[in-house]
């Protein structure tokens, strides 16, 4: 069936140092990616995301990669800092075009100042 | 300015009840969704409607049922409320029902079932 695995659960690191969070998908009809943030108590947004026909995208201290061959795809954010805590979700699409996204199981992200 | 709004934003109740949940959008979307976030902050999609026609219905028991009156509203309605219902509720929309469109979320509804 279609799942999303995220590594790691949880991740603290010190203002200014990078961050990777890792997920692994089953279907490999995915063919879109997209990564959200969700600060406490907020609804979930939509920060970066990346199609199949493209390796890596950046956007400022964001940037993801993705791995098609071995059903990875990674986000890594730069200089990190404090209001970059919140939990982080991947996503891949379903195997159907209905919108539909398999989340991963979110990496709650600590950024000590 | 709200672009995805739920009511109510909070929602206690007793096992056994019946209680809905309403999501309006006015970003102009076709499609609109509901997902489940439970204690562990898992995101899973339960219904999704295109132009008021049911395009997704995951594993869900049948005490839920979504309505969708128009593009702009999905609600949620649950029957017989039970102990494990409670968890954040949020609703979602997207421009249309294919896979690359940024799904917008709404603030979600806390569901207490005590």
């Known amino acids: 069936g279609e799942n999303v695995e995220q590594h790691p659960s949880t991740l603290s690191v010190q203002e200014g140092d990078s961050a990777v969070i890792k997920c692994t998908y089953s279907d490999s009809a995915s063919n879109y990616f997209p990564w959200y943030k969700q600060e406490l108590g907020k609804r979930p947004q939509l920060i970066i995301d990346?199609?199949?026909?493209?390796g890596e995208k950046k956007d400022q201290r964001i940037a993801v990669t993705l791995n098609k061959t071995a059903k990875h795809f990674s986000l890594h954010i730069t200089e990190t800092q404090p209001e970059d805590s919140a939990v982080y979700f991947c996503?891949?699409?379903?195997?159907?075009?209905?919108?539909?996204?398999?989340f991963g199981q979110g990496t709650t992200l600590q950024v000590k100042p | 300015d709200t672009a995805v709004s739920q009511t109510p934003k909070y929602l206690v109740t007793q096992m056994g009840n019946d209680k809905s949940i309403k999501c309006e959008q006015n970003l102009g979307h076709d499609t609109m969704y509901w997902y489940k976030q439970d204690s562990k902050k898992f995101l899973k999609i339960m219904f999704s409607?295109?132009?008021?026609?049911?395009?997704i219905n995951e594993t869900v028991p049948n005490r839920f049922s979504p309505k969708s009156p128009d593009k702009a509203h999905l609600n949620l309605h649950i029957n017989s409320l039970e102990l494990g219902d409670s968890a954040v509720y949020f609703c979602?929309?997207?421009?249309?029902?294919?896979?690359?469109?940024?799904?917008?979320f709404g603030p979600g509804t806390r569901l207490t079932v005590l």
């Open positions: 990346i199609r199949s026909n493209v």
């Open positions: 996503a891949a699409s379903g195997s159907s075009n209905t919108g539909k996204l398999i």
């Open positions: 409607y295109n132009n008021k026609e049911l395009i």
């Open positions: 979602a929309s997207s421009k249309s029902g294919t896979k690359y469109n940024e799904q917008f």
